[in-house]
């Protein structure tokens, strides 16, 4: 079955507004993280979340590792946040599982 | 400072040509990756060097050879190029093995045509 999976595919909102992205994933996966890859295809790392909660800025990500679940909050949301928000974690061959990713526009 | 640089970053080339991708970091690392990026922004783990040691080779056509002459360095030379192989390539390093935080290069777009 799917190992990481994330939610919604697609959004679209209105610059100021607030997201919540998904990202479930199957007990062989742990060591969470979120990456956002920029509208010119650069991947920066955003948060190593294996579970708790962190903040930078605008962001914060919080993992629930005992129900198999992150959240990535974007807050007061700007264009510059458009892009593609992938989740993945290490599986059992300890290599990186990836998420399908969100796809999130901000209109100004 | 760039932590993870790659070169070049755009490559055009023909059918049957035999190029390299080239990788850097900066930060340290023991662990080196290359990824392949499709059309539908899908991201496949190629290869993975640990200390200039092959850790991860993904089922990925022998034309692909990696090459890493020291930890700081891991790069990626393709033959005999096809239409297929057109995708973004990415360059990852992190401090160690094992699906830890990873940080990625800004890409490699190569178009075959």
Not at chain 1, 40 to 50: C, T
Not at chain 2, 29 to 51: A, C, E, G, R, V
Not at chain 2, 97 to 110: A, I, K, V
């Amino acid at each position: 079955g799917i190992q990481v999976e994330q939610s919604p595919p697609d959004l679209i909102l209105q610059e100021g507004a607030n997201s919540t992205l998904r990202c479930n994933f199957s007990d062989s996966v742990n060591n969470l993280q979120w990456f956002h890859q920029n509208p010119w295809g650069q991947l920066i790392n955003l948060f190593y979340i294996p579970s708790g909660t962190k903040q930078n800025g605008r962001l914060s990500a919080t993992t629930v590792a005992t129900e198999r679940y992150s959240l990535l909050y974007i807050s007061s949301s700007q264009t510059t946040d458009s892009g593609v928000y992938f989740c993945a974690g290490r599986g059992s061959n300890y290599q990186l599982i990836w998420g399908a990713g969100t796809k999130l526009i901000i209109k100004p | 400072d760039t932590a993870v640089s790659q070169t070049p970053k755009y490559l055009v080339t023909q059918m049957g040509n035999d190029k390299s991708i080239k990788c850097e970091q900066n930060l340290g690392h023991d662990t080196m990756y290359w990824y392949k990026q499709d059309s539908k922004k899908f991201l496949k783990i190629m290869f993975s060097y640990n200390n200039k040691e092959l850790i991860i080779n993904e089922t990925v056509p022998n034309r692909f050879s990696p090459k890493s002459p020291d930890k700081a360095h891991l790069n990626l030379h393709i033959n005999s190029l096809e239409l297929g192989d057109s995708a973004v390539y990415f360059c990852a390093s992190s401090p160690r093995t094992g699906g830890y935080e990873q940080y990625f290069g800004p890409g490699t777009r190569l178009t075959v045509t």
